[in-house]
């Protein structure tokens, strides 16, 4: 699966990388430059942090999941306990 980001979040991106090099390193990177850095670091380092992000997802699925007994249990065969309590309660 290729990451790629849409047009806005590569030109935000790319701005980013811009200014890091202006603020933080000794020498500019140009648009192109930092175009091309944003691409290898998506296609080199990209899979690793979507797939941490992945699983981190179905952990949390999962939790909740398990989760759903709990919140979501109903008690069987009621029907006649309640009756009974009616009638007891009669009494």
């Given at each position: 699966m290729?990451?790629?980001l849409?047009?806005?979040a ?8 811009e200014?890091?090099f202006q603020e933080?390193m000794d020498?500019r990177?140009g648009?192109?430059?930092?175009g091309a850095?944003?691409?290898f670091?998506l ?6 942090i979507?797939n941490?992000?992945v ?8 939790a909740r999941v398990?989760?759903?007994?709990i919140?979501i249990h109903e ?6 306990r309640?009756?009974d ?7």
């Open positions: 290729t990451i790629a849409n047009k806005d590569r030109k935000e991106a790319i701005a980013s990388i200014r890091y933080n020498e990177i648009n192109i430059a930092a850095l944003l691409g670091f296609e080199e380092i990209g899979p690793t979507y941490q992000a699983a981190d997802v179905q952990e949390r699925l999962q398990m989760e759903l007994d919140e008690d069987e065969f009621q029907y006649w309640k009756f309590r009616e009638v007891k309660g009669r009494r």
